[in-house]
């Protein structure tokens, strides 16, 4: 049986498996389709927090991608991406929680977890996604802070990106490294060091932004970008446009062209069929339950902020049994 056929099979059966569950009593299957519908609430709910507390942001990579070439969502987009400056991050994460504390429908995945992450996410408890790890979680914004700096310290700014990846994935992109003072033998001595890491990474948020001024070229003032680790002009971003999406006013990037050519390439341009797939889920599910939303989401958020120490270790072996020449008879027996 081919692995394809297997999955889907698998999918067919745990997705009956949920909906005999007593466990599972408050969840409805529903579409990709009404996941956007529901992300779009969240969208608005953002929108009006940021502009009632003076608070800049822009929509980001896919979700901006989606606006410029399609309008809105990318066909199969199950999330929305945002970014705000650095200096205003902590800021509106608090008017999103005292927001929270009035719309039970909606909470911050990190803010009241023992799980604490580098970016927050901005979820909703009526909208349920289940993602190829099989892990179930409320549906969400990502909202990323933005460095506004106005020195390049390339080797110091890739670092400080490639160890977010590593505390996050448990590994670098391609042909990087990451400080072996990260790397702990045990588990509980990886949480300790993710967890000093984490605390560094957001004091360090409050000293980036460096806005022109008088005495300031905006030349010389750049943007950071911490997932590609590119570096853009200020006024790449800065004065941000209008821009609609799926009938919400939002905002986007100044020199949005050049922008998206950076991350992407040739962006009008959709990829091929094989890969028009949702990034964070393939099951999406209506909940009735705040609680179940919330006890799910945490649960999950607890056994992921343990993966970046289990994918390192699985990743240690696999390199291992590829240098003794097994991984090929190792991967024809399984497949």
């Known amino acids: 049986m081919q692995r394809s056929q297997r999955n889907y099979n698998y999918n067919k059966i745990f997705t009956e498996k949920i909906m005999s569950n007593e466990k599972y009593k408050h969840l409805k299957p529903a579409t990709l389709k009404d996941l956007q519908m529901e992300l779009l609430n969240l969208l608005k709910i953002f929108d009006k927090v940021c502009r009632n507390n003076n608070v800049e942001y822009w929509l980001d990579y896919g979700t901006l991608l989606g606006a410029v070439r399609h309008k809105g969502f990318i066909p199969w987009d199950d999330d ?11 800021r509106l994460i608090s008017a999103l929680n005292s927001e929270s504390q009035t ?7 990190y803010h009241h977890n023992t799980s604490k992450n580098f970016f927050e996410k901005l979820a909703s408890t009526k909208m349920m996604v289940r ?21 390049v310290d390339k080797k110091n700014d890739i670092n400080l990106a490639n160890t977010v990846e590593y505390f996050t994935n448990g590994g ?5 490294k990451i400080d072996k003072k990260y790397r702990k033998n045990t588990l509980q001595n990886a949480l300790m060091e993710k967890q000093k890491f984490t605390q560094y990474f957001h004091s360090y948020l409050s000293n980036c932004n460096y806005r022109p001024s008088k005495d300031i070229a905006t030349t ?19 004065p941000l446009r209008k821009v609609t999406f799926e009938g919400v006013n939002s905002f986007m990037p100044n020199n949005f062209e050049n922008y998206l050519s950076i991350i992407y390439e040739n962006y009008m341009t959709p990829p091929p069929k094989s890969k028009q797939t949702p990034k964070h889920a393939n099951k999406f599910y209506f909940c009735n339950s705040n609680q179940f939303a919330l006890e799910t989401t945490a649960a999950s958020l607890t056994e992921q902020n343990q993966d970046f120490y289990r994918y390192s270790t699985r990743k240690f072996f696999r390199n291992l049994v590829i240098n003794i020449g097994m991984y090929k008879k190792i991967k024809k027996w399984l497949y």
């Not at 929305?80 to 902590?90: E, F, L, Q, R």
């Not at 943007?223 to 971003?237: A, G, K, R, V």
């Open 80 to 90: 929305i991406d945002i970014s705000v400056p650095a200096i205003d991050y902590h």
């Open 103 to 109: 719309n039970e429908d909606i909470f911050l995945y």
């Open 131 to 151: 993602g190829e790890n099989h892990k179930m979680f409320a549906c969400f914004i990502d909202i990323f802070p933005v460095r506004i700096i106005n020195k």
């Open 172 to 176: 670098v992109r391609s042909g990087e």
């Open 220 to 238: 010389e003032v750049i943007i950071f970008n911490e997932e590609t680790n590119d570096y853009f002009p200020y006024t790449d971003i800065f």
